[in-house]
């Protein structure tokens, strides 16, 4: 009992870190509204949630071998801090109007990467330091839900703000409160962590894994997974106004309706993987993306996309946390590199958006951007078959 009390007194902190950590993912709301106030194309827009996923390509490696030296609960403090940064600045533009500049923009969305980096690489296998190995599947999951609140309420708190302050940067200012809180309560948390006794891996050392058939399989998951999640995030919204002439305030609950079922399926994932198969929901879920996927290419109604939107973001709400659970278990004895490694994946959310926004103003419809997502269900669909259902 006592055991468990504590377990729980530190889980409580880490979860509600990864609040903090559905931050990022107000990207796709901010990046609407940016393109809509400096009048930018589909590419030069779209180049801003790519300034936040880049650095989990440069950084998450290096993220995990700083974790051997300071351990895990000292980077995700650190991550907090310059997330906090982030979120300051454009807070700052809200009371200095003059400050609401793009490269002002670039910059936070810059920080908001590096600190969501920080924290995605060493959060994670933190769970590893208070639970047991055979519930890390639904645990990781149960942080991809208290995340997933983050993403949905994102969205609604721009909307709010936009209407009441003529400005969606009040969000941040909202965030900001959140990400001071959880310093403080991390900070205060006493978390023992077993710390590498070989810390000498070096960079190449840690890509040198991906030579590993498996590892390699799985890091794709993870730029598929957060390709097409940023994907419909950004597009979703736009989807709807280029189909059905929504102004951006209506065709924005889009982004609502994907984390509310992303949110949905994280909780109820939870549960799901405790007791079924891993292979087996994988399975589910990547068929709830190809469903999606028919409908956002045929569907102009707002029920059919709407539904659309719905079951991708369900059927996407779990990939991650079953992806990373089989990497950290595959080779847990290189816990944190492999963390770094998988991380490093989600430069999908930097590879995506990018090509999506080329190809769309090329066909001159969002239709080039459900193509480029639909690619990364398609990996998905391989992944399944090759590797989830043996």
Same mark, same amino acid.
């Given at each position: 009992?006592?055991?468990?009390?504590?377990?729980?007194?530190?889980?409580?902190?880490?979860?509600?870190? %990864?609040?903090?950590?559905?931050?990022?993912?107000?990207?796709?709301?901010?990046?609407?509204?940016?393109?809509?106030?400096?009048?930018?194309?589909?590419?030069?827009?779209? %180049?801003?949630?790519?300034?936040?996923?880049? !650095?989990?390509?440069?950084?998450?490696?290096?993220?995990?071998?700083?974790?051997?030296?300071?351990?895990?609960?000292?980077?995700?403090?650190?991550?907090?801090?310059?997330?906090?940064?982030?979120?300051?600045?454009?807070?700052?533009? %809200?009371?200095?109007?003059?400050?609401?500049?793009?490269?002002?923009?670039?910059?936070?969305?810059?920080?908001?990467?590096?600190?969501?980096?920080?924290?995605?690489?060493?959060?994670?296998?933190?769970?590893?330091?208070? @639970?047991?190995?055979?519930?890390?599947?639904?645990?990781?999951?149960?942080?991809?839900?208290?995340?997933?609140?983050?993403?949905?309420?994102?969205?609604?708190?721009?909307? !709010?703000?936009?209407?009441?302050?003529?400005? !969606?940067?009040?969000?941040?200012?909202?965030?900001?409160?959140?990400?001071?809180?959880?310093?403080?309560?991390?900070?205060?948390?006493?978390?023992?962590?077993?710390?590498?006794?070989?810390?000498?891996?070096?960079?190449?050392?840690?890509?040198?894994?991906?030579?590993?058939?498996? @590892?390699?399989?799985?890091?794709?998951?993870?730029?598929?997974? @957060?390709?097409?999640?940023?994907?419909?995030?950004?597009?979703?919204?736009?989807?709807?106004?280029?189909?059905?002439?929504?102004?951006?305030?209506?065709?924005?609950?889009?982004?609502?309706?994907?984390?509310?079922?992303?949110?949905?399926?994280?909780?109820?994932?939870?549960?799901?993987?405790?007791?079924?198969?891993?292979?087996? %929901?994988?399975?589910?879920?990547?068929?709830?993306?190809?469903?999606?996927?028919?409908?956002?290419? @045929?569907?102009?109604?707002?029920?059919?996309?709407?539904?659309?939107?719905?079951?991708?973001?369900?059927?996407?709400?779990?990939?991650?946390?079953?992806?990373?659970?089989?990497?950290?278990?595959?080779?847990?004895?290189?816990?944190?590199?492999?963390?770094?490694?998988?991380?490093?994946?989600?430069?999908?959310?930097?590879?995506?958006?990018?090509?999506?926004?080329?190809?769309?103003?090329?066909?001159?419809?969002?239709?080039?951007?459900?193509?480029?997502?639909?690619?990364?269900?398609?990996?998905?669909?391989?992944?399944?078959?090759?590797?989830?259902?043996?």
């Amino acid at each position: 009992m006592e055991t468990k009390q504590s377990n729980l007194s530190k889980l409580l902190p880490i979860m509600f870190t %990864f609040f903090t950590m559905g931050f990022v993912d107000m990207v796709g709301t901010a990046t609407n509204y940016v393109k809509a106030d400096f009048a930018l194309s589909d590419t030069v827009a779209n %180049f801003l949630p790519s300034m936040v996923f880049l !650095w989990f390509f440069f950084l998450s490696v290096p993220t995990g071998l700083m974790m051997n030296r300071i351990g895990k609960r000292k980077t995700v403090l650190l991550s907090l801090v310059v997330t906090a940064l982030a979120l300051a600045l454009p807070m700052c533009a %809200f009371f200095f109007k003059g400050m609401y500049t793009f490269p002002v923009m670039l910059v936070s969305f810059c920080l908001l990467g590096i600190g969501n980096t920080l924290m995605q690489v060493s959060l994670n296998p933190m769970i590893t330091c208070v @639970v047991s190995g055979e519930k890390l599947a639904s645990t990781l999951t149960f942080g991809q839900f208290i995340k997933a609140i983050a993403s949905f309420i994102a969205p609604i708190l721009a909307s !709010w703000a936009s209407v009441k302050y003529q400005s !969606w940067l009040p969000l941040c200012l909202i965030f900001l409160v959140f990400a001071i809180v959880a310093v403080f309560y991390l900070g205060a948390t006493k978390i023992e962590e077993e710390m590498p006794k070989d810390k000498s891996s070096g960079f190449v050392d840690c890509l040198k894994l991906l030579g590993d058939g498996t @590892v390699l399989l799985l890091f794709f998951g993870i730029v598929a997974h @957060v390709g097409i999640d940023v994907g419909v995030n950004t597009c979703a919204p736009k989807i709807i106004m280029e189909r059905l002439a929504l102004p951006l305030e209506k065709a924005g609950i889009a982004t609502s309706i994907y984390f509310l079922f992303r949110t949905l399926g994280t909780f109820s994932g939870s549960f799901i993987l405790a007791k079924f198969p891993l292979k087996n %929901f994988f399975a589910v879920s990547v068929a709830c993306m190809v469903l999606s996927m028919i409908g956002l290419f @045929v569907c102009h109604t707002l029920a059919g996309l709407y539904i659309s939107i719905a079951l991708v973001g369900f059927g996407n709400s779990n990939i991650f946390s079953m992806v990373f659970s089989k990497a950290l278990l595959y080779l847990p004895e290189k816990n944190n590199e492999m963390s770094g490694l998988m991380i490093m994946g989600l430069i999908g959310g930097t590879i995506f958006p990018l090509l999506m926004g080329v190809l769309s103003d090329a066909m001159g419809t969002q239709v080039g951007s459900v193509i480029v997502i639909s690619l990364g269900v398609a990996y998905l669909i391989y992944l399944a078959t090759k590797f989830l259902n043996k």
